[in-house]
């Protein structure tokens, strides 16, 4: 069928080679092709496409070692902007058809077609010999349809004409809008590839990304069409495939979802052993215009989780009646005596004045990173307010986001009234070659101290924030730096890192005491994708480490957290990790592994014992027990394993909708038990159905 379909389109779209002008049709032009005589202009055309090709090609591994010989179709358009557009490839191995889209991704714009001096799209047709050879100026030059002059039979014709409007028309405003792709670690999973192949100038750290970022290495509706289920009911079309509500107009669009999250599951660590989650929301998206559009979505939730889950749960709680704060998601009744009562409500608005600029305003959240983990800005926290720009030229992206965050501990609530703060975050991120990106990461936190609101002098998008902090008071803002780095060996695999500063004392480092002041944490990991010569096998190690009181401050409001969570890394400071993470899809069918094993160093929280040991980073840092000797682990050492497996069906695609079953196990071994903290071992088994939209972090 892919065949006969490669063929049909061959038959209908201008073939690259040789092709006969009409008097009032101008093919597109390279800008090396500019002083050709008009006739000459086609040739010169199709000399560039292929010999660019041909050049920025990199063969496949898996079509190197089976010594493959045979064609690669591919159907492009290029569009009345000079644009180029992969519309279909064919080839035996996914992987010539991935390595074509992306060379084709690179074709620098061209003047326009034009048929009567008017800007046109023309759609070409080109068949490469693999292995690839070079152009040759003869009528039997290599890998290039030869032109169709004959007529076609108006049947055919008709059909294609139809194939062509569809591929040409159909495609879903959502994907090419400025909307944020829900961050979701495995649905990024599915494109990571793409927009980290060598040679790609894309920018992946700072997230959620936009359709329009990842428009051009991953086509969206292609993959929802691969695994498009034939159904020709209605109810059929939504159960499987499409939006429950899609309206599309010229300068319109919408979209709706009723979502879920129904689980129920057993915990072998409880009395009560029973789990189980009952969320209902909606989804509500749409663009006006080209460069305007919105999200808004309202979860109604009630579940009660493995026992360890509820007693964090519970002892983050906020000031106030209600019983916990369910971390990243927010305050929480009780419902039923022994479970929790949630709502969470985000929404935002994305605008694009220009290619190069994007503007949000929301309630939502954000992340900086490669990594499953963040130590720069996580998504562990409840949802807050924010502001964010990003603007992107050349090879640099810049992203200035601030945020309105709570403390909702009793000690800073005044007038039953939580104390508000703010951030000011600044990430600048550069392609230094096709291979290596690196980032510059700048945050400060204020807040309430002395009567003071938001500080109109961190409205500065581009500034040194310390040297603001320093000006408005050394002690008016908590400043943390920070520097990213990726390096990609080749498309399939790549390394990547962060490091965070929050304070650093050379002469400390080189006295080699361990200065409490040394505060700071790294993070390195790999990446590799269609793992051992396996398409969509994706494989990832991580390892964290954090210096105790990195995060925290003297002042009590001005620490890097938000609802009583960290906005970095979960487990907040005074720990390391290692990460283990397999991912695995075929068709709608999916798999993930994942194994985490960690060193954390926590408090006692006693009368004779009630020093800070740098975990807490809500507690202030002069409460710590010695200025030296301050190494990760100290306090209450624990040593703690997570592991979890997954498998499941996507139902839907459109939606994210997923039946699952999951397995976890949580083994938590502190070297000495208090009230709060206490040996558990606990075994959770899940099973449901569920929108998968945002990350759920259970591995605490």
């Excluded at 023309?122 to 010999?129: A, C, H, I, P």
């Excluded at 624990?638 to 994210?656: D, R």
Aim: negative net charge.
């Amino acid at each position: 069928m892919n065949r006969l379909f490669a063929c049909l389109l061959i038959l209908q779209s201008i073939s690259i080679f040789a092709q006969e002008q009409p008097f009032y049709e101008k093919p597109p032009v390279f800008k090396s092709c500019e002083n050709v005589v008009f006739e000459d202009l086609q040739p010169c055309f199709d000399k560039t496409v292929y010999n660019f090709v041909y050049d920025a090609f990199q063969m496949p591994e898996d079509v190197i070692n089976d010594q493959y010989k045979g064609d690669l179709v591919v159907l492009f358009e290029v569009n009345a902007e000079g644009g180029f557009k992969v519309l279909y490839t064919d080839a035996v191995y996914n992987s010539l058809q991935e390595e074509a889209r992306r060379v084709f991704k690179l074709l620098p714009n061209v003047q326009p077609a034009t048929y009567s001096g008017n800007p046109i799209f023309k759609q070409y047709s080109v068949t490469f010999s693999i292995p690839l050879t070079p152009y040759v100026e003869q009528t039997d030059a290599p890998a290039i349809v030869e032109s169709i002059n004959n007529p076609i039979d108006s049947r055919v014709k008709n059909e294609l004409d139809s194939i062509s409007k569809s591929v040409k028309f159909n495609t879903k405003k959502q994907f090419k809008s400025s909307l944020n792709i829900p961050f979701s670690h495995s649905y990024y999973a599915k494109f990571d590839r793409n927009i980290n192949l060598v040679g790609t100038n894309s920018h992946t750290a700072s997230k959620p990304l936009l359709y329009t970022d990842v428009d051009n290495y991953y086509d969206f509706q292609a993959e929802e069409q691969k695994i498009k289920k034939d159904v020709s009911t209605w109810l059929g079309r939504k159960f499987w495939n499409d939006h429950l509500v899609e309206v599309e107009g010229k300068d319109y669009w919408f979209l709706a979802d009723f979502v879920m999250d129904l689980q129920v599951g057993h915990d072998t660590d409880s009395d009560f052993g029973t789990t189980f989650l009952n969320t209902r929301g909606v989804v509500f998206q749409g663009g006006l215009g080209k460069n305007f559009s919105f999200s808004t979505s309202f979860y109604e939730s009630q579940g009660r989780f493995a026992q360890y889950y509820n007693s964090y749960a519970e002892s983050i709680k906020a000031w106030g009646p209600d019983p916990a704060l369910i971390p990243g998601r927010g305050i929480a009744k009780e419902y039923s005596g022994d479970a929790y009562d949630f709502p969470v409500a985000e929404a935002y608005m994305s605008y694009s004045p220009a290619k190069f600029l994007n503007l949000q305003f929301g309630h939502g959240k954000n992340f900086i990173g490669d990594g499953y983990r963040s130590l720069l800005v996580s998504d562990v926290a409840v949802p807050s307010p924010y502001l964010k720009l990003n603007v992107s030229f050349w090879k640099l992206k810049y992203t200035s986001t601030w945020s309105w965050l709570k403390d909702v501990r009793p000690e800073v609530t005044e007038d039953k009234t939580y104390l508000t703060k703010y951030t000011s975050n600044h990430y600048l991120s550069l392609n230094v070659t096709d291979r290596l990106n690196i980032g510059l990461f700048e945050s400060v936190v204020w807040g309430n101290t002395n009567d003071r609101g938001f500080d109109v002098n961190y409205l500065n998008p581009i500034i040194f924030l310390r040297a603001i902090e320093f000006e408005t008071g050394q002690g008016a803002g908590n400043a943390i730096m920070g520097f990213t780095s990726k390096y990609k060996l080749n498309d399939n695999m790549n390394l990547y890192g962060q490091f965070i500063l929050d304070e650093f004392s050379l002469n400390d480092v080189t006295g080699g005491d361990k200065s409490w002041k040394n505060k700071f944490g790294f993070q390195l990991g790999y990446k590799y994708y269609n793992a051992f010569n396996v398409d969509n096998l994706y494989l990832q190690a991580e390892y964290n480490q954090v210096r105790p009181y990195t995060y925290s401050h003297d002042t009590i409001t001005l620490n890097y957290g938000n609802y009583n969570q960290s906005m970095a890394h979960l487990w907040g400071a005074n720990f390391r990790e290692f990460i283990l993470i397999g991912r695995y899809n075929y068709e709608r069918w999916f798999a993930d592994a994942k194994l985490i094993l960690g060193v954390r160093g926590l408090d006692f929280n006693t009368l004779e014992d009630g020093f800070s040991y740098g975990g807490d980073i809500f507690r202030d840092y002069n409460d710590r027990p010695s200025d030296t000797n301050v190494k990760i682990g100290q306090g209450i050492k624990t040593k703690t394993v997570n592991a979890e497996l997954q498998a499941g069906y996507l139902i839907n695609p459109s939606s994210n909708l997923k039946l699952f079953t999951n397995l976890s196990y949580r083994n938590f071994n502190p070297d000495a038990t208090t009230t709060t903290t206490f040996k558990s071992n606990t075994v959770w088994f899940n099973i449901g159905i569920r929108s998968d939209l945002f990350n759920w972090y259970f591995d605490l």
